[in-house]
């Protein structure tokens, strides 16, 4: 395996920001809960936003795992539809009861650039402090959008913590997106 620096945020917002604004997804788009999703369309959504920034943890999962975790109540996965296309997802860990954490966020690539970015995050902000809690947090790293730390800022989220590890990044021979089949 090869290594490289990996810097990473954790980001956190303690109340529900003053400037969310409600449910002002551009038109044409539509956020739907899937629930319990199956496997396979939660790793077409993974890797369809994450491929490029070495999102390897839920392809590493084994499969009857990632279902289990995919199946359980403390786990939400929302999905970001544009004219009816799969166009970015929300994974919401719900564990702690009074914490949220967003596990996972983004827009596939086809989708970047086109101002949904903002949009669904605040949307998604939103839908988080819904329920009673004291915290909202994430984490992003260097390695994720270049935009990524810039837009969670603007929407609210503080930086509490951050650090830089060397992080392994898989052989090409051993790419586990080599393993899927598209």
Not at 120 to 141: E, G, V
Request: proline share 8%; glycine share 4%; aromatic share 14%.
């Amino acid at each position: 395996m090869n290594e490289i620096p990996a810097t990473t945020w954790w980001l956190q917002m303690t109340s529900p920001p003053d400037n969310v604004m409600t449910n002002n997804l551009p038109e044409g788009c539509q956020v739907i809960k899937a629930s319990k999703p199956i496997r396979a369309f939660y790793l077409y959504l993974y890797t369809s936003v994450g491929r490029p920034y070495q999102w390897y943890n839920r392809l590493m999962m084994p499969a009857d795992e990632l279902q289990k975790l995919l199946n359980e109540a403390r786990t939400e996965v929302w999905v970001l539809y544009y004219n009816g296309v799969p166009a970015g997802f929300v994974e919401y860990d719900l564990t702690e009861e009074s914490d949220t954490e967003i596990a996972y966020f983004g827009l596939s690539c086809e989708f970047t650039g086109r101002k949904l970015g903002l949009p669904f995050l605040n949307w998604c902000i939103q839908k988080a402090w819904q329920r009673p809690i004291n915290r909202l947090w994430l984490h992003t790293c260097n390695l994720d959008h270049p935009a990524a730390l810039k837009l969670y800022q603007k929407a609210g989220f503080e930086i509490y913590d951050q650090d830089t590890i060397m992080q392994q990044t898989p052989d090409p021979e051993d790419d586990p997106y080599l393993l899927l089949p598209w």
